[in-house]
């Protein structure tokens, strides 16, 4: 049996894989008032700007984020409105936390032909690729999420 030279024994050099795009994270808070909406929906599209987020993820997450700010602030208590984005990879989420005080979770209502509002989260649930609430840790109130999957990933 003959021996191989030495660099020939050394295991097979894989092909250099690109290190994951570090998890990018941003939080900012908003008074729960209707104005806050429309600021909470800019401060995410600088955000998603600055970390080249591909348009239709960043269009879909200003949907998104602007109907969990509207029901934050018409259907809770609260203050302040804090609103987490999450940037990895392959997947944008949006969280937006309230102080409220009701225990019982987020459904989507039927809104009927002539009514004018109560489709959001029915939107929500058509456009992201999971979503939800569960009750905020730590604090009084809820956190609703959604994740967008980046597109082109």
């Known amino acids: 049996?003959?021996?191989?030279?030495?660099?020939?024994?050394?295991a097979p050099t894989l092909p250099?894989?690109?290190?994951?795009r570090p998890r990018l994270r941003a939080?900012?808070?908003?008074p729960a008032?209707?104005?806050?909406?429309?600021?909470?929906?800019?401060?995410?599209?600088?955000?998603?700007?600055?970390?080249?987020c591909p348009r239709d993820t960043a269009e879909t997450a200003q949907l998104v984020i602007s109907e969990f700010a509207t029901n934050a602030v018409?259907?809770?208590?609260?203050?302040?409105?804090v609103c987490r984005l999450q940037q990895s990879e392959r997947w944008l989420r949006i969280?937006?936390?309230?102080q409220g005080t009701g225990t019982r979770g987020l459904t989507p209502r039927l809104a009927g032909t002539e009514s004018?509002?109560?489709?959001?989260?029915?939107?929500?649930?058509?456009?992201?690729d999971s979503w939800g609430d569960v009750p905020a840790s730590g604090s009084q109130g809820r956190l609703v999420w959604a994740e967008l999957r980046l597109t082109g990933a």
């Open 33 to 52: 008032q209707r104005s806050s909406v429309c600021v909470a929906r800019r401060l995410l599209a600088e955000w998603l700007d600055r970390w080249h």
């Open 116 to 128: 004018t509002c109560g489709r959001g989260l029915q939107l929500v649930d058509a456009l992201a």
């Open 74 to 81: 018409l259907h809770t208590p609260s203050d302040r409105i």
């Open 27 to 30: 939080e900012f808070e908003v």
């Open 1 to 10: 049996m003959a021996l191989l030279p030495h660099s020939a024994r050394l």
């Open 95 to 98: 969280e937006v936390r309230d």
């Open 16 to 20: 250099a894989v690109p290190a994951p």
